[in-house]
Every structure is written in structure tokens, then in C-alpha cells.
């Protein structure tokens, strides 16, 4: 069974970090591209980050890449969101998604259940 679980969310006040984790299981984690899209309440899905399938490449929503970091560590088969520097507008639950193929404009067939981040005082 292919499963994608996040973890890491929870409360935090302005300004904190959090580190999100996306573990895999059941597929060959290393040969696909990764992405973490997040939706606030009451709002659509926002697309924050992607990682190519070798980690050689990079992309962050332009508001967030100063803040955000992606990575990936395959021989754990985990994908990771470093945030800091958070504001109350980050608050929302997090996905990640596999990409189909090693492409990263390929559709994404998988999605974890999401982790909560709360950011206030």
C-alpha cells in the first residue's frame, strides 16, 4: 500500500519554526519529485514547495522562500518543510504529494491526511 503521513504540525507562536515530516512507505521514494501544498481555512489549496526526484532542484512559492526549506532524505524515505520565521497566515493544514514520474509538471497520485499548523499567540 503507497502511504504518505505528515507530522510535525502544531501550535506555535509568531515568529517560531516548525519542522514538517512527510513519511513514505510501500514504493520507490527516490525516483519521484515531491511537493507540500497547504490550505488555510475557508481558502482554496495553496501550493508552497516542490522537490525534484535527485533534490537538485527547488521551487518555493516567490512569499515563502525566504522562510521555507524543502528536502528530502531517500534512506529514510522522508520528506521534509523547514518553516521559521512564521506568521498567523501560515496557519493551515499541510499536504504532501508524490509526483507520477520523476518529472515535477507530472500530476501528484498521492496525498498524505495533512498535519495542522496553528501559528498564534
Known amino acids: 500500500e503507497v502511504q504518505l503521513v505528515e507530522s510535525g504540525g502544531g501550535l506555535v507562536q509568531p515568529g517560531g519554526s516548525l519542522r514538517l515530516s512527510c513519511a513514505a512507505s510501500?514504493?520507490?521514494?527516490?525516483?519521484?519529485?515531491y511537493m507540500w501544498v497547504r490550505q488555510a481555512p475557508g481558502k482554496g489549496l495553496e501550493w508552497v514547495a516542490t522537490i525534484s526526484w535527485n533534490g537538485d532542484r527547488l521551487y518555493y512559492a516567490e512569499s515563502l522562500k525566504c522562510r521555507f526549506t524543502i528536502s528530502r532524505d531517500d534512506a529514510k524515505k522522508t520528506l521534509y518543510l523547514q518553516m521559521t520565521s512564521l506568521k498567523s497566515e501560515d496557519t493551515a493544514t499541510y499536504y504532501c504529494?508524490?509526483?507520477?514520474?520523476?518529472?515535477?509538471?507530472?500530476?501528484?497520485?498521492?496525498w498524505g491526511q495533512g498535519t495542522q499548523v496553528t501559528v498564534a499567540p
Open positions: 504529494a508524490k509526483s507520477r514520474a520523476k518529472t515535477v509538471t507530472v500530476g501528484y497520485d498521492y
Open positions: 510501500a514504493f520507490s521514494f527516490e525516483n519521484y519529485a
